[in-house]
């Protein structure tokens, strides 16, 4: 079944990133203290703030994905996105106190220290999550998953930083500054990107309004599913993670029956049932003099 593989996919995903990102987090927090950078250590709590969303990643999975309860009709599926704004939130003070980290370090005028190692270490990390990054990204676009892309984001960033501060230290002994305004840049890219994933994750939560693609989407199914339809209005989506409720309303001519009209309601649920795997409620009413 397609939501058994996006479970497995989901917890995948989770469970490699969060073995490499601990081997990576590992070595740049002991290579940052080794060498007493600051935005190395900054860099490698990046690292473990990814983590901290794998485990939510698999968490969520494993939540979302639990049969429904008297509690909750619907199933647990939004189990992923309130596990990602706690995530987002505790990742966005982390990026402050490090932010504050690294200006008291900017203000003692402490340089980095040059070291190949640290160079090589730092390029190969910052090429492995680019790689982890792609790797999720695809299985996000693939499943739908907007906690698999969001992991996928951040391993993206961490790469990122990661090159960044390999060029620091390459160059950081004749600029005396570069290590403290580097973890300065790699705090507030922190910081952005957990108000990111608050924000959207909020929205998703308090329910978006569907894009004018979808409404096309979803009325060209039910005019082919029921041609007796005149009129498609009033359609809200809810999504509960895998599980997406879609409720409708359509005009039928007055002159049906009462049962034509339920096998012309129930043609239409079965229908995005089969091409779009939501559960749909289509509520009849008799179409208006004036339309």
């Not at 990026?95 to 980095?112: D, I, N, Q, T, W």
């Not at 220290?113 to 190969?124: A, D, K, Q």
């Not at 790689?131 to 969001?150: C, N």
């Not at 984001?153 to 580097?182: E, M």
């Amino acid at each position: 079944m397609c939501s058994d593989r996006r479970r497995t996919a989901g917890l995948r995903e989770g469970f490699i990133s969060i073995s490499i990102n601990t081997l990576l987090f590992l070595a740049k927090y002991y290579l940052g203290v080794s060498h007493n950078s600051i935005a190395v250590v900054a860099d490698a709590v990046h690292t473990l703030s990814d983590i901290v969303t794998s485990v939510v990643v698999v968490v969520g999975f494993w939540v979302a994905y639990r049969p429904p309860d008297h509690e909750h009709p619907f199933g647990h599926g939004r189990a992923e996105q309130i596990g990602a704004i706690v995530v987002g939130t505790l990742l966005g003070v982390a990026g402050f106190e490090f932010l504050m980290s690294s200006y008291g370090k900017l203000m003692s005028r402490e340089a980095l220290t040059f070291s190949w190692f640290l160079i090589v270490v730092l390029l190969f990390s910052s090429v492995v999550k680019e790689l982890l990054a792609r790797w999720a990204l695809r299985l996000g676009r693939m499943y739908s998953s907007q906690s698999i892309a969001g992991d996928a984001w951040h391993h993206r960033s961490d790469a990122i930083a990661t090159g960044l501060l390999a060029v620091g230290v390459l160059i950081g002994s004749d600029y005396w500054w570069l290590d403290g305004v580097l973890g300065m840049m790699i705090s507030v890219l922190i910081i952005l990107t957990s108000i990111e994933i608050v924000l959207s994750t909020s929205r998703e939560l308090l329910g978006l309004s569907l894009s004018k693609k979808d409404v096309d989407v979803i009325t060209d199914l039910v005019k082919g599913a029921a041609p007796l339809i005149k009129d498609v209005h009033h359609i809200h989506v809810h999504r509960y993670g895998d599980h997406v409720e879609v409720s409708l309303h359509v005009r039928l001519p007055r002159e049906i029956s009462l049962d034509e009209a339920h096998k012309n309601a129930d043609s239409v649920e079965r229908t995005i049932r089969e091409k779009l795997g939501w559960e749909a409620t289509v509520h009849v009413e008799p179409v208006r003099g004036e339309d």
